[in-house]
Protein backbone atom coordinates (compact mmCIF):
# COMPACT_ATOMS: atom_id res chain seq x y z
CA UNK A 1 0.00 0.00 0.00
CA UNK A 2 3.05 2.68 0.52
CA UNK A 3 5.07 1.68 -1.84
CA UNK A 4 5.97 3.09 -5.33
CA UNK A 5 7.72 0.46 -7.13
CA UNK A 6 10.00 -0.72 -4.71
CA UNK A 7 10.35 2.07 -2.80
CA UNK A 8 8.59 1.45 0.55
CA UNK A 9 7.00 5.36 1.38
CA UNK A 10 6.24 6.31 5.01
CA UNK A 11 7.95 3.34 6.42
CA UNK A 12 9.71 4.82 9.13
CA UNK A 13 7.38 6.81 10.06
CA UNK A 14 5.20 4.10 10.47
CA UNK A 15 7.86 2.10 12.78
CA UNK A 16 7.99 5.27 14.91
CA UNK A 17 4.47 5.24 15.24
CA UNK A 18 4.25 1.67 15.95
CA UNK A 19 6.83 2.19 18.90
CA UNK A 20 9.53 0.15 16.70
CA UNK A 21 12.61 3.20 15.94
CA UNK A 22 12.82 5.90 18.13
CA UNK A 23 11.77 9.17 17.15
CA UNK A 24 14.71 11.80 15.52
CA UNK A 25 13.96 14.59 18.79
CA UNK A 26 14.59 11.68 21.26
CA UNK A 27 17.81 10.72 18.99
CA UNK A 28 19.09 14.63 19.02
CA UNK A 29 18.62 14.23 22.81
CA UNK A 30 21.01 11.50 22.99
CA UNK A 31 23.56 13.36 20.50
CA UNK A 32 26.08 15.15 23.08
CA UNK A 33 27.84 18.30 22.28
CA UNK A 34 30.11 20.45 24.08
CA UNK A 35 28.87 23.40 26.06
CA UNK A 36 27.57 26.14 24.04
CA UNK A 37 27.71 29.06 26.43
CA UNK A 38 28.94 32.50 25.14
CA UNK A 39 29.47 31.20 21.92
CA UNK A 40 28.60 33.28 18.67
CA UNK A 41 25.83 32.13 16.18
CA UNK A 42 28.52 31.34 13.44
CA UNK A 43 30.36 28.69 16.15
CA UNK A 44 27.34 27.64 17.07
CA UNK A 45 26.08 26.54 13.45
CA UNK A 46 29.72 24.63 13.26
CA UNK A 47 28.71 23.13 16.22
CA UNK A 48 25.25 21.92 14.81
CA UNK A 49 27.22 20.61 11.69
CA UNK A 50 29.31 18.72 13.51
CA UNK A 51 26.42 17.04 15.30
CA UNK A 52 24.38 16.91 12.30
CA UNK A 53 27.41 14.52 11.22
CA UNK A 54 27.11 12.08 13.86
CA UNK A 55 22.86 11.57 13.76
CA UNK A 56 22.17 8.66 12.52
CA UNK A 57 20.09 6.41 12.80
CA UNK A 58 19.52 4.27 16.23
CA UNK A 59 17.28 1.29 15.37
CA UNK A 60 16.55 0.42 19.22
CA UNK A 61 14.90 2.67 21.62
CA UNK A 62 16.47 1.00 24.20
CA UNK A 63 20.14 2.39 22.99
CA UNK A 64 18.31 6.05 23.37
CA UNK A 65 20.47 7.30 26.54
CA UNK A 66 19.60 11.08 26.71
CA UNK A 67 22.19 13.56 27.99
CA UNK A 68 22.80 17.40 28.02
CA UNK A 69 23.82 19.26 26.88
CA UNK A 70 22.85 17.55 23.30
CA UNK A 71 21.98 18.15 20.02
CA UNK A 72 18.39 19.46 20.92
CA UNK A 73 19.51 22.28 23.46
CA UNK A 74 21.83 23.33 20.56
CA UNK A 75 19.23 23.53 17.96
CA UNK A 76 17.01 25.70 20.92
CA UNK A 77 19.83 27.63 21.24
CA UNK A 78 20.43 28.67 17.86
CA UNK A 79 16.66 29.28 17.29
CA UNK A 80 16.32 31.68 20.64
CA UNK A 81 19.34 33.71 18.53
CA UNK A 82 16.94 33.34 15.09
CA UNK A 83 14.01 34.83 17.35
CA UNK A 84 16.09 37.66 18.27
CA UNK A 85 17.01 38.23 14.40
CA UNK A 86 14.20 36.44 13.20
CA UNK A 87 14.28 34.58 9.63
CA UNK A 88 12.49 31.49 10.41
CA UNK A 89 11.02 32.08 6.94
CA UNK A 90 11.94 33.31 3.70
CA UNK A 91 10.54 36.75 4.45
CA UNK A 92 13.65 37.10 6.17
CA UNK A 93 11.81 40.10 8.62
CA UNK A 94 15.28 40.02 10.58
CA UNK A 95 13.58 41.67 14.02
CA UNK A 96 14.16 41.27 17.24
CA UNK A 97 10.48 39.24 18.00
CA UNK A 98 11.26 40.02 22.11
CA UNK A 99 10.98 43.88 21.10
CA UNK A 100 9.07 44.46 17.63
CA UNK A 101 7.03 42.51 15.27
CA UNK A 102 7.93 40.93 11.53
CA UNK A 103 5.41 40.20 9.00
CA UNK A 104 3.90 37.61 10.58
CA UNK A 105 3.26 39.53 13.78
CA UNK A 106 3.78 37.15 15.96
CA UNK A 107 5.05 37.75 19.31
CA UNK A 108 4.31 34.98 22.18
CA UNK A 109 3.25 31.62 20.82
CA UNK A 110 -0.16 31.22 21.49
CA UNK A 111 -2.31 28.04 19.84
CA UNK A 112 -6.15 28.17 19.64
CA UNK A 113 -6.94 24.10 20.66
CA UNK A 114 -5.64 20.92 20.47
CA UNK A 115 -7.14 17.39 20.36
CA UNK A 116 -7.29 14.30 18.78
CA UNK A 117 -7.87 14.84 15.02
CA UNK A 118 -9.34 12.15 13.14
CA UNK A 119 -10.02 14.13 10.56
CA UNK A 120 -6.79 13.66 8.92
CA UNK A 121 -4.99 10.70 6.36
CA UNK A 122 -5.79 7.40 7.46
CA UNK A 123 -2.23 7.10 8.16
CA UNK A 124 -2.30 9.83 10.61
CA UNK A 125 -5.25 9.61 12.21
CA UNK A 126 -5.63 9.66 15.71
CA UNK A 127 -3.54 12.58 15.30
CA UNK A 128 -2.55 14.69 17.83
CA UNK A 129 -3.18 18.34 16.42
CA UNK A 130 -1.85 21.74 18.00
CA UNK A 131 -3.52 24.56 16.41
CA UNK A 132 -1.27 27.27 16.57
CA UNK A 133 -1.75 31.10 16.05
CA UNK A 134 -1.13 33.37 13.51
CA UNK A 135 0.50 32.74 9.62
CA UNK A 136 3.46 34.09 7.29
CA UNK A 137 0.76 33.33 4.32
CA UNK A 138 -1.74 35.70 3.78
CA UNK A 139 -4.13 33.50 1.96
CA UNK A 140 -7.64 35.39 0.88
CA UNK A 141 -9.03 31.39 0.61
CA UNK A 142 -8.20 30.76 3.96
CA UNK A 143 -10.39 27.98 5.07
CA UNK A 144 -9.24 28.48 9.00
CA UNK A 145 -8.71 32.01 9.06
CA UNK A 146 -10.13 32.44 12.45
CA UNK A 147 -6.85 31.04 13.80
CA UNK A 148 -4.55 31.57 10.63
CA UNK A 149 -5.09 35.68 10.08
CA UNK A 150 -6.26 36.86 13.64
CA UNK A 151 -2.91 38.86 13.70
CA UNK A 152 -3.53 40.54 10.23
CA UNK A 153 -7.14 40.93 11.14
CA UNK A 154 -5.68 42.61 14.62
CA UNK A 155 -8.36 40.27 16.58
CA UNK A 156 -7.29 40.05 20.51
CA UNK A 157 -5.14 37.41 20.58
CA UNK A 158 -5.68 36.63 24.42
CA UNK A 159 -9.95 36.37 23.72
CA UNK A 160 -9.98 33.99 21.23
CA UNK A 161 -6.38 31.77 21.98
CA UNK A 162 -4.39 30.66 24.97
CA UNK A 163 -0.82 31.00 26.04
CA UNK A 164 1.62 28.07 24.84
CA UNK A 165 3.07 26.95 28.25
CA UNK A 166 5.93 24.39 26.93
CA UNK A 167 6.09 21.92 29.96
CA UNK A 168 2.41 21.62 30.09
CA UNK A 169 1.67 21.03 26.51
CA UNK A 170 4.53 18.60 27.03
CA UNK A 171 2.74 16.71 29.36
CA UNK A 172 -0.41 16.65 27.27
CA UNK A 173 1.43 15.27 24.03
CA UNK A 174 2.95 12.37 26.79
CA UNK A 175 -0.78 11.75 27.79
CA UNK A 176 -2.47 11.74 24.57
CA UNK A 177 0.04 9.36 23.50
CA UNK A 178 -1.69 6.42 25.08
CA UNK A 179 -4.22 6.79 21.53
CA UNK A 180 -2.22 9.02 18.79
CA UNK A 181 -0.21 8.26 16.33
CA UNK A 182 2.01 11.20 16.27
CA UNK A 183 2.16 15.01 17.16
CA UNK A 184 1.31 17.08 14.60
CA UNK A 185 2.32 20.97 14.75
CA UNK A 186 -0.02 23.15 12.30
CA UNK A 187 -1.84 26.47 12.25
CA UNK A 188 -2.15 28.79 10.66
CA UNK A 189 1.82 27.71 10.19
CA UNK A 190 4.48 26.24 12.84
CA UNK A 191 7.18 28.24 11.08
CA UNK A 192 6.73 31.34 13.36
CA UNK A 193 7.20 28.94 16.11
CA UNK A 194 9.85 26.96 15.78
CA UNK A 195 11.61 27.97 18.96
CA UNK A 196 8.59 27.15 21.03
CA UNK A 197 7.79 23.79 18.96
CA UNK A 198 11.27 22.51 20.09
CA UNK A 199 11.35 23.86 23.64
CA UNK A 200 8.11 22.01 24.13
CA UNK A 201 10.14 19.02 22.63
CA UNK A 202 12.87 19.09 25.23
CA UNK A 203 10.48 18.13 27.99
CA UNK A 204 8.48 15.41 25.50
CA UNK A 205 10.11 12.32 26.82
CA UNK A 206 8.05 9.69 25.01
CA UNK A 207 8.54 8.26 21.23
CA UNK A 208 6.73 9.59 18.86
CA UNK A 209 6.63 11.09 15.99
CA UNK A 210 6.83 14.49 14.75
CA UNK A 211 4.93 15.61 11.97
CA UNK A 212 5.63 18.96 10.59
CA UNK A 213 1.97 20.01 8.48
CA UNK A 214 3.56 23.43 6.70
CA UNK A 215 3.30 25.96 3.75
CA UNK A 216 6.91 25.04 3.53
CA UNK A 217 8.20 28.63 3.23
CA UNK A 218 10.80 28.07 5.85
CA UNK A 219 14.33 29.43 5.32
CA UNK A 220 17.33 27.24 5.04
CA UNK A 221 18.48 27.65 8.55
CA UNK A 222 14.74 26.50 9.96
CA UNK A 223 15.36 24.01 7.82
CA UNK A 224 18.71 22.64 9.09
CA UNK A 225 16.77 22.92 12.74
CA UNK A 226 13.93 21.06 11.71
CA UNK A 227 16.31 18.31 10.19
CA UNK A 228 16.48 15.99 13.10
CA UNK A 229 13.29 16.95 14.60
CA UNK A 230 10.82 15.59 11.90
CA UNK A 231 10.06 12.35 11.82
CA UNK A 232 7.19 13.09 8.50
CA UNK A 233 6.78 16.21 6.31
CA UNK A 234 3.15 16.84 5.68
CA UNK A 235 3.51 19.70 3.12
CA UNK A 236 0.72 21.72 1.91
CA UNK A 237 2.06 22.57 -2.20
CA UNK A 238 -0.66 25.73 -3.33
CA UNK A 239 0.67 26.77 -6.22
CA UNK A 240 2.36 25.94 -9.55
CA UNK A 241 3.71 29.93 -10.52
CA UNK A 242 4.43 32.80 -8.52
CA UNK A 243 2.00 35.18 -10.03
CA UNK A 244 -1.05 33.16 -8.52
CA UNK A 245 1.11 33.20 -5.23
CA UNK A 246 1.41 36.87 -5.07
CA UNK A 247 -2.51 37.46 -6.33
CA UNK A 248 -3.65 34.81 -3.72
CA UNK A 249 -1.59 34.43 -0.56
CA UNK A 250 0.77 37.66 -1.04
CA UNK A 251 3.60 35.24 -1.13
CA UNK A 252 6.99 36.46 -3.24
CA UNK A 253 9.34 33.46 -4.33
CA UNK A 254 6.72 30.91 -4.02
CA UNK A 255 8.31 28.60 -5.82
CA UNK A 256 11.67 28.48 -5.70
CA UNK A 257 11.74 28.23 -1.58
CA UNK A 258 8.78 25.86 -1.75
CA UNK A 259 10.69 23.15 -4.69
CA UNK A 260 14.10 23.73 -2.91
CA UNK A 261 12.76 23.09 0.78
CA UNK A 262 10.90 19.88 -0.96
CA UNK A 263 14.26 18.97 -2.25
CA UNK A 264 16.05 19.46 1.13
CA UNK A 265 13.89 16.58 2.04
CA UNK A 266 13.95 14.51 -0.82
CA UNK A 267 14.18 10.42 0.78
CA UNK A 268 12.33 11.39 4.27
CA UNK A 269 8.68 10.40 4.82
CA UNK A 270 6.65 13.18 3.09
CA UNK A 271 2.92 13.68 2.40
CA UNK A 272 1.86 16.39 -0.62
CA UNK A 273 -1.92 17.82 0.33
CA UNK A 274 -2.92 20.15 -2.85
CA UNK A 275 -6.20 21.87 -2.65
CA UNK A 276 -7.46 21.69 -6.56
CA UNK A 277 -8.98 25.43 -6.66
CA UNK A 278 -11.60 26.07 -9.16
CA UNK A 279 -10.03 27.65 -12.44
CA UNK A 280 -6.25 26.53 -11.09
CA UNK A 281 -5.87 22.92 -13.02
CA UNK A 282 -3.01 24.52 -15.50
CA UNK A 283 -1.38 27.01 -13.86
CA UNK A 284 -1.42 25.74 -10.62
CA UNK A 285 -2.34 21.67 -10.17
CA UNK A 286 -0.53 20.58 -13.60
CA UNK A 287 2.63 22.10 -13.24
CA UNK A 288 3.02 20.92 -9.05
CA UNK A 289 2.22 17.30 -10.25
CA UNK A 290 4.48 16.98 -12.92
CA UNK A 291 7.44 18.38 -10.70
CA UNK A 292 6.36 16.27 -7.94
CA UNK A 293 6.40 13.47 -10.28
CA UNK A 294 9.76 14.28 -11.74
CA UNK A 295 11.84 14.94 -8.68
CA UNK A 296 10.05 13.35 -5.31
CA UNK A 297 9.11 10.27 -4.58
CA UNK A 298 6.02 11.01 -2.00
CA UNK A 299 2.32 10.77 -1.01
CA UNK A 300 -0.05 13.05 -2.23
CA UNK A 301 -3.29 13.86 -0.84
CA UNK A 302 -5.27 15.14 -3.87
CA UNK A 303 -7.95 17.27 -1.92
CA UNK A 304 -11.30 18.68 -3.22
CA UNK A 305 -12.78 20.65 -0.15
CA UNK A 306 -12.08 24.01 -1.93
CA UNK A 307 -14.99 26.30 -0.57
CA UNK A 308 -14.55 29.77 -1.40
CA UNK A 309 -14.11 31.50 2.16
CA UNK A 310 -12.42 34.54 3.71
CA UNK A 311 -12.15 36.87 1.01
CA UNK A 312 -12.17 34.58 -2.31
CA UNK A 313 -15.58 35.94 -2.77
CA UNK A 314 -13.43 39.39 -4.09
CA UNK A 315 -11.57 36.92 -6.84
CA UNK A 316 -14.03 35.71 -9.78
CA UNK A 317 -11.61 33.08 -10.36
CA UNK A 318 -11.92 31.22 -7.17
CA UNK A 319 -15.64 32.26 -5.88
CA UNK A 320 -16.93 28.71 -6.40
CA UNK A 321 -16.47 25.27 -5.39
CA UNK A 322 -14.73 22.70 -7.96
CA UNK A 323 -17.28 21.14 -10.57
CA UNK A 324 -16.79 17.58 -11.45
CA UNK A 325 -14.86 17.93 -14.64
CA UNK A 326 -12.27 19.79 -12.36
CA UNK A 327 -11.86 17.16 -9.90
CA UNK A 328 -11.68 14.45 -12.30
CA UNK A 329 -8.86 16.40 -14.76
CA UNK A 330 -7.11 16.91 -11.46
CA UNK A 331 -7.05 12.62 -11.10
CA UNK A 332 -6.09 12.53 -14.18
CA UNK A 333 -3.25 14.82 -13.88
CA UNK A 334 -2.07 12.58 -10.87
CA UNK A 335 -1.83 9.88 -12.85
CA UNK A 336 -0.60 11.41 -15.74
CA UNK A 337 2.32 12.38 -13.85
CA UNK A 338 2.80 9.18 -12.21
CA UNK A 339 1.79 10.16 -8.54
CA UNK A 340 1.34 8.42 -5.97
CA UNK A 341 -2.75 9.33 -4.41
CA UNK A 342 -3.60 6.20 -2.53
CA UNK A 343 -3.56 7.87 1.27
S1 LIG B 1 8.55 34.01 11.14
FE1 LIG B 1 8.86 34.84 9.10
S2 LIG B 1 7.31 36.45 8.91
FE2 LIG B 1 7.50 36.00 11.09
S3 LIG B 1 9.01 37.50 11.84
FE3 LIG B 1 10.10 35.60 11.32
S4 LIG B 1 10.84 35.90 9.23
FE4 LIG B 1 9.21 37.42 9.59
Known sequence: MYSIGEKMLLERYLKVSENKLPAKFLISKSIKVDNFAKKDIDELWEMHKNAMDEFKETTNIKDIKITHPNLLDLKIEIAKKIFENCHFCEHKCYVNRKKELGFCKIGESYYSSEFLHYGEEDVLIPSHTIFFCGC??????????????????????????????????????????????????????????????????????????????????????????????????????????????ERLSKIKNYCKVVKR???????????????????????????????????????????????????????????????????????????KYGLDTDI
Open 136 to 245: NFKCVFCQNWEISQIYFENLPVENYCKKVNRKLMAKIIEEKRAISKNVNFVGGEPTPHLLTILEILRHVNVNIPVVWNSNMYMSEEAMHLLDGVVDLWLSDFKFGNDRCA
Open 261 to 335: NHLMIKGEDIIIRHLVMPNHLECCTERIFKWIGKHLDAKVNVMFQYRPEYKAILYEDIDRALNHEEMAKALLLAK
